[in-house]
């Protein structure tokens, strides 16, 4: 049994929501620890989530994290970034000039110059920059790409990518809620908390991201100061057309994701809700309910018909990305990481653009 790797965390501390997915993720294979963490921005409650966790070590401030942990022998490997997203960049940063591998939540950042503060330290790290797009590790997403790779839909016509969420339907206030309603702390509204989800799954199947979107973004609730719902129209390069609604204010919405792609040759339907089915279309034969029995990538833990979800999907992202920092590179070529993220940010920048100038269409540039 090799070692487990020395996981480190930024953010995640008491009431926070993803940060604890994450720790269930790393730990569900075995393949890494957490020791140390800096899991608030305030000093006494990041000390008491560490010791409620059993860290071996809290830090105050992610920088003296940093520094503090490359200089010891037994130091993290890789550290999770599951901070508000205008602490993305400056945590990423810290971490990738220490050398130190960066598993950071999505959106990739809260401005286009954060974006590329993370890239600029990605270039000149030796460290690995992933970038959690969980959805993408999911058994029935996997095998969706692969048949859309091996021509099982022939050539993509259209594409319909949707994520609606109600949460946000009211003047909510919450931990979860505040920062995502704050431009300084989030950016963006829906479209970067799950627009950029559903950007980076339509284009992780079809193998093709868009090149120009026409886009409208609004913000239903008085007085919200983010966009709380979008509709984009897409085009791709190989003549492709296709579609993205993202909102929050969906009500009665939980955590709907959705992705629908037609070909010349078939099509695909596949739900979050349901996710462990996948309906493959071909062209003139009755649907096929493919389930995990049928996936080929081997990305799950028990046998089919025993429900996997949400969190094995993370803990499928945790288990490639040990075996890259073991030094296998095998698992990088679905690894969702920096080039994902930089996508999603140019999708952010040409909707909001395309908004702005009353639904005319721009191009996407990363
Ligand atoms: N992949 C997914 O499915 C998914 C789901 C939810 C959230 N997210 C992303 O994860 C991130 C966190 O979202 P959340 O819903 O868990 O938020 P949250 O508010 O529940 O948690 C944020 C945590 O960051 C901590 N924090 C704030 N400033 C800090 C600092 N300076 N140093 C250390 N910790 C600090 C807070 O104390 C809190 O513990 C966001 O970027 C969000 O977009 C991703």
Redesign the pocket.
């Known amino acids: 049994m090799t070692a487990p790797i020395p996981l480190g965390m930024?953010?995640?501390?008491?009431?926070?929501?993803?940060?604890a997915?994450h720790r269930i993720a790393a730990r569900m294979d075995g393949q890494f620890r957490l020791v140390a963490g800096?899991?608030?921005?305030?000093a006494d409650?990041?000390a008491a989530s560490a010791q409620a966790l059993g860290l071996d070590r809290s830090y105050d401030d992610?920088r003296q994290m940093a520094r503090a942990e490359a200089g010891r022998p037994d130091g993290i490997r890789a550290v999770s970034i599951?901070?508000?997203?205008h602490?993305?960049a400056p945590a990423a940063v810290a971490f990738l000039d220490a050398g130190i591998h960066v598993i950071c939540?999505?959106?990739l950042a809260a401005t286009p110059d954060q974006a590329r503060q993370i890239a600029d330290a990605a270039a000149r790290s030796t460290a690995r920059f992933f970038l959690?797009?969980?959805y993408c590790a999911l058994p029935m997403v996997r095998e969706a790409r692969a048949i859309v790779a091996e021509g099982g839909i022939g050539d993509l016509r259209l594409v319909q990518a949707e994520y609606l969420q109600g949460w946000l339907s009211g003047d909510v206030r919450s931990?979860?809620a505040d920062?995502r309603t704050d431009p300084a702390q989030a950016g963006a509204g829906a479209i970067g908390?799950i627009g950029t989800?559903a950007w980076q799954l339509a284009a992780f199947v079809t193998g093709q991201t868009p090149v120009a979107v026409s886009a409208e973004l609004s913000s239903m609730v008085p007085g919200r100061r983010v966009d709380d719902d979008v509709r984009a129209s897409l085009r791709y390069a190989s003549g492709a057309r296709g579609g993205l609604w993202a909102s929050q204010v969906a009500t009665g919405r939980e955590n709907g994701l959705s992705l629908r792609v037609f070909g010349t040759a078939g099509a695909l339907d596949w739900r979050l809700d349901d996710a462990e089915r996948l309906l493959h279309t071909p062209t003139g034969q009755p649907p096929r309910i493919l389930t995990r029995a049928q996936d080929r990538s081997g990305s799950f833990r028990t046998p089919p018909g025993h429900p996997e979800g949400y969190l094995e999907g993370f803990a499928n992202l945790y288990a490639d990305i040990a075996a890259v920092i073991r030094g296998d590179n095998g698992p990088l070529s679905r690894l969702p990481g920096l080039a994902d993220g930089l996508s999603g940010m140019g999708f952010i920048a040409a909707a909001q653009e395309s908004s702005a100038r009353d639904g005319a269409w721009v191009e996407v540039r990363p």
């Open positions: 930024v953010g995640g501390g008491e009431g926070a929501f993803i940060g997915v800096a899991l608030s921005s305030d409650r990041a992610f599951v901070t508000p997203n602490l993305h939540d999505k959106p959690t797009h969980n931990k979860q920062w908390d989800h």
